[in-house]
Nanobody
Framework: QVQLVESGGGLVQAGGSLRLSCAAS????????IGWFRQAPGNEREFVSA????????TTLDSLKGRFTISRDNAKNTIYLQMNNLRPEDTAVYYC??????????????????WGQGTQVTVSS
């Protein structure tokens, strides 16, 4: 089964940018659609963005469109989440997850089979 490790989180001022990475090991990386989710303290886990196996399909939470962009490099077994113009409300732990059944993209956490440990993103005002 695939293993996922997130990186790239940190502390940034409002208006700044971060690029999160999700590195995969084991399994065949392009057999999986990959999604990003986030969870702030006291909140439920929230869908952020997802990309299909082939990169032909992506979907992003409407409120994040124009600021967050997902991409994947199958040669490097890595998924990226570029986050621009960050706001304090973007503060959360960000998780990547792999879906081995979907040939498109899904937004429900229940569709994803494997999860990383998360990376903390903190945006100061």
């Amino acid at each position: 089964q695939v293993q996922l490790v997130e990186s790239g989180g940190g502390l940034v001022q409002a208006g700044g940018s971060l690029r999160l990475s999700c590195a995969a090991s084991r399994g065949t990386f392009n057999d999986y659609a990959i999604g990003w989710f986030r969870q702030a303290p006291g909140n439920e886990r929230e869908f952020v963005s997802a990309i299909s196996r082939s990169s032909l399909a992506t979907t992003t939470l409407d409120s994040l469109k124009g600021r967050f962009t997902i991409s994947r490099d199958n040669a490097k077994n890595t998924i990226y989440l570029q986050m621009n113009n960050l706001r304090p409300e973007d503060t959360a732990v960000y998780y990547c997850a792999a879906d081995r059944r979907n040939y498109g993209v899904g937004r429900a956490a229940s569709e994803y089979d494997y999860w990383g440990q998360g990376t903390q993103v903190t945006v100061s005002s």
